[in-house]
């Protein structure tokens, strides 16, 4: 038990679980689950062992079908071994993922759950492909959060020796493969205590080899091949309770508890939702704001969704339950509906064992079902707020929508943008970069600072698209004395950074600005002019809100200190100057100290031009002077498409 | 209208119509698909045009992913495109098929549904390879007989172009796709009727070209994807009713009418089961016998799985139903029920469709579900009245199985093996041959022959085992009035046919013999030394059901004709001699009519021999006189292993 705490993102905390219990890791890129490739093929490349003192054998394949295939062949030897994927990748997975659990093995595949490409691919993260995977067998474990990610890592592992069925972790693309947050990371004691060395063996004992010679992989013919997936039964009926009890003995070394599935809640909810994954955090919060405000409401928080334990789901669901909303990250189109709705569906149907499981509940609450964050929409609060306003009607919407405005099929759920439920101790800041001028890089630093440095946990969530360099990036980053489970983007910000004032004419930087916040913007003007070069629409924000203005000439900074045009320290110092989160001698410190771990070894030369940029940072770093009015020398923001464009640029590309 | 009969199998049946309405046909070959790509790439390197008068490009590829592939690409350029797949071929399939469902263009892929690889291979069928496929957006539709697949052929590639919603059409791998049936054919003109050209047209239309240039397959963001993908629902929505008005079309042409979900049995019927494919025609004749005994039960078939029509579905449910099984051909570890079953507990939960469907009826009949016919294992009426009976009970099995004993966790519901639906006026044949000794062929052509001939009913089933070439075969042949729906083997024979004398030290060639069936044995000894000849147990067997017992020398006769070893119109000749199914002259006449079409083009001297060997056969053949007891010189059958085999051996083994 480590009690040690670190800034990891998602992936991270899954691939080192992963790393220490595999001796052959099959790899083959693909967004978002590459970094977990990458890590462990950086690790193995450096020596790092696993937990038994050897050194990972890692394999990159020609496709996630060549990934699969020697995957399968390696634990068919009895070997250790585990592969990372996302969206078609685990598409080409599909018919090993058969045999391997047709053949009852011992395996763990970590998935940063992706879109699959539909009519478009999108890169961003819902589950449809691990949907795509729920008939093979594999027993499915979903984490919400990173440190989740790397708990039901362990747990998964654990299961999955012990039980023989094989698993896939998931957790959602980039919402969680790529969140930054504080978490406490388990140790080698950790991840030993928890896998039982005698399922090792027994795995290791049932490896093909010429020393005792058996046959697998054979072909049946109708005579006995229904028999013998039938026997796989019993493995899959002990899977659930195999699972809930390395829960448990991970909640006793942690005190973290887990069940497979968890309630939050009133203990007298009367409506419930039902879901997984990182959504699982805006609900909660949403949970939280309501039953403050009077309600009853919950959630249950579905961790092991294969084997689906009804028994286990029913003694979760609170007797109260009067309607209950299913809400699946997934659109299957033609479906009776979308999975996880369908069982929970059944799970209620089945009377008798539901009165097996509670006795002399007889009741049948109502279900909907929902579809949301399909391709990382947002998903936030006060779409969970809406969800269970819907449960309050007569006639609530079933297979709705919500995140979206569908006035195609009219299945989308309004919901109220004011109803908010950021604790008010967070410090939420929102930079706006440009791909590659290291802002992203700067924020992750910061995060590191404050998780290393302070009690505060941290979180960071960066906002790119698919073009990755060159278009403009959005950082949102929480801080605050809690464990953070907003798991949706900041639209109250209290500080708003701009490092490229270019952005001021096309994007609404100050929108996502709460009252009083302050706003901070990258520009070589003097103090006196950034107000009249500001865009109408920015001033009667800044008015509107009372945000206060500073200004940082941070390429005059950077080019002074030799750093060319990296402003990066530049605009760090300055949020730390700004925001307070530390003391700013501790976070002087600690920056000028995180610049020598960066840069020493490349250059003590990069070190002091670094830390000669703080110092110039606070001495030009000015308050603009913000007047009584919006001056009319102002221009408005420029239209995203000229006015003169054609109906469809107009309508249809101006909007998005 | 064609009023035209053949005998066909499910696999010719279905792609006559997709070669008729194809351009690209892209192929790779996998059992029990395999024969729909062999036919097409056939017809189109004989210069067989389709319904345009152009001949189709078959293109075999380097794997079923590649058909996909170059399958996507010729739909994309607005060609009319389809392929045939099984297993895991379809597996390869997934990808892409999400991406032709995303892009919502017309194609039909036909499958002749095989198992999926698991613990063991099979090459027979189930619904795995197609339930593994429900989330990708295409619609399903379900043949349940050699008709059907050709009519639902039909239905498939008229609905796609209509609705753009493509369409995978299957049928049980085997069971259908290698039945012969005599079937009532559709000729060009059917389906020039069914198919819309303004819908082809438009297809065209949309295909890309340099002179109307358009973009697809982008990447879209979490800003629009969510919002893009439910545009899809309208398509989705009006789908069940394009299907439907397909099949009224085709139903008003041909006498043949089909629903979404079509209802047999007591309008009255209080308990149902549920399915698709070709275990219907055994749940049809139970329900018939069932009901004929006075109990009130019923099926319903479901045709068009996806979209599923909750809607279709309540309303073919009759309203006095209480209790409903639900059967699905695959099993799914680990889920909360198997896909069918999900399905039709959702479409009755969902309360206020039901009563908007059925107005008023606010009952929830009680839902179980079960699984049957893995890998093409036998489903019988029997079966079918166990699961009747299992619906009976106050709390009867849910996930149960039925046809196997599960004596590891229980599941299997016992059934009643006297329980027989067999119409008593039909032939049932059994010939027992070896791969390749030409009995398989002889028998299709004794099909062909009563197809052709008469105006009898004819199916043929033949049972390989996946060893193929050098092993037994079973040929399970019926004949009769009505069009026969028995889609299980054989287990009371009126006639049995041994045609390698062998066979009867190792197999019971006489289980399937009903009481006073004829058997005819292929011996070279003479009439009266084959009773000493026969194994203790066949004697015993031919004493007990009053057996009439016939030899022939086929061996002999046929080398006598210069026929070598082919023994097939020899052995052809007795069963028509013995079975009587024809007048024997006219039967005499069709066998020498067909010798002459089938070896004219090879040899006029193959048809001499040939037609030798007919005379010469019905001189030779002799009934074998039958004394009152068995003889004490017989021995008994051989043990299938050894007795001094190890206990594994003996008890796991010796029993398969």
Chains 1, 2 share one sequence.
Not at 16 to 32: G, M
Not at 194 to 219: F, M, Y
Not at 535 to 544: G, N
Not at 646 to 652: A, P
């Amino acid at each position: 038990m480590s009690g040690h705490y670190e800034a990891v993102d998602g992936n991270e905390a899954a691939v080192r679980v992963a790393y220490a219990l595999s001796e052959v890791i099959a790899i083959y890129p693909i967004t978002p689950s590459s970094p977990m490739g990458e890590l462990a093929d950086a690790w193995a490349a450096a020596g790092r062992m696993n937990l038994w003192g050897s050194v990972p054998g890692v394999v990159e394949m020609q496709s996630e079908g060549g990934a699969a295939g020697a995957l399968h062949g390696a634990l068919t030897t009895g070997s250790l071994a585990t592969t990372f994927t996302s969206s078609q990748g685990l598409l080409l997975m599909i018919p090993n993922m058969y045999k391997i659990a047709g053949e009852l093995t011992p395996v763990v595949i970590h998935v940063a759950a992706r879109s699959l490409a539909t009519h478009a691919l999108s890169i961003f993260g819902d589950h449809s492909d691990v949907m795509a995977a729920r008939a093979t067998g594999f027993a499915l474990l979903a984490s919400s959060s990173v440190q989740e990610a790397m708990d039901l890592a362990l747990v998964a592992h654990a299961s999955t020796l012990e039980s023989r069925v094989p698993f896939l972790h998931f957790f959602d693309g980039f919402r969680t493969s790529h969140e930054i947050q504080k978490i406490e990371v388990l140790d080698d004691s950790d991840v030993r205590a928890l896998v039982d060395e005698g399922s090792v063996g027994a795995h290791r004992a049932r490896g093909l080899s010429p020393d005792h010679p058996a046959i697998r992989g054979t072909a049946q013919n109708p005579d006995v091949f229904f028999q013998a997936r039938e026997a796989a039964n019993p493995f899959y009926l002990a899977c659930p309770d195999v699972v809930q009890a390395a829960m448990d003995r991970l909640g006793a070394r942690t005190g973290r508890s887990y069940q497979l599935f968890d309630y939050v809640g009133s203990p007298e909810a009367d409506r419930i939702v039902v879901m997984m994954c990182s959504g699982a955090g805006a609900v909660e919060e949403a949970v939280e704001e309501l039953n403050r405000r009077g309600e009853r409401v919950g959630l249950v928080k579905v961790r092991l969704y294969r084997p689906f334990s009804a028994r286990h789901f029913l003694r979760a669901l609170p007797t109260t339950a009067r309607s209950i909303a299913v809400l699946d990250r997934t659109k299957e189109p033609g479906s009776a509906g979308e999975p996880l709705y369908l069982d929970v569906v059944a799970a209620l149907a089945e009377g008798p064992d539901r009165e097996a499981a509670v006795p002399g509940d007889t009741r049948r609450p109502r279900v909907i079902g929902g579809r949301y964050g399909l391709a990382s929409k947002e998903f936030t609060p006060a779409m969970a707020a809406a969800v269970f306003a819907e449960l309050l009607k007569d006639r609530p919407k079933n297979h709705f929508t919500v995140g979206i405005a569908d006035d195609v099929t009219g299945t989308s759920l309004a919901w109220d943008r004011a109803f908010t439920t950021e604790p008010p101790d967070t410090v939420r800041a929102v930079f706006y970069g440009l791909g590659s001028d290291g802002t992203v890089g700067a924020n992750k630093n910061t995060i590191k600072i404050i998780a290393e440095k302070t009690d505060n946990f941290a979180q960071g969530y960066f906002v790119y698209d698919s073009k990755k360099s060159g278009s403009m990036t959005v950082s949102h980053l929480r801080f605050g004395t809690h464990p953070i489970r907003s798991t949706y983007l900041i639209d109250r910000a209290d500080f708003v950074a701009c490092h490229q004032e270019s952005f001021l004419e096309t994007v609404d930087v100050l929108g996502l600005a709460d009252e009083k916040a302050v706003f901070l913007l990258n520009t070589s003007a003097p103090p006196q002019d950034v107000w009249a070069r500001l865009p109408r629409e920015i001033q009667e924000t800044i008015l509107a809100k009372t945000i206060r203005v500073f200004a940082i000439d941070a390429y005059g900074v950077a080019q002074e200190a030799g750093l060319g045009g990296l402003i990066n320290t530049v605009m760090q110092t300055c949020f730390f100057a700004l925001s307070r989160v530390l003391p700013l001698e501790q976070a002087l410190a600690a920056i000028k100290d995180a610049i020598r771990k960066t840069y020493g070894r490349k250059s003590e030369q990069m070190v002091e031009m670094n830390l000669r940029a703080v110092d110039a940072t606070l001495e030009r770093l000015r308050e603009v002077p913000v007047p009584a009015a919006a001056s009319s020398a102002a221009l408005p923001r420029r239209e995203p498409v000229p006015m003169q464009a054609s109906d469809f640029v107009r309508r249809v590309l101006g909007e998005i």
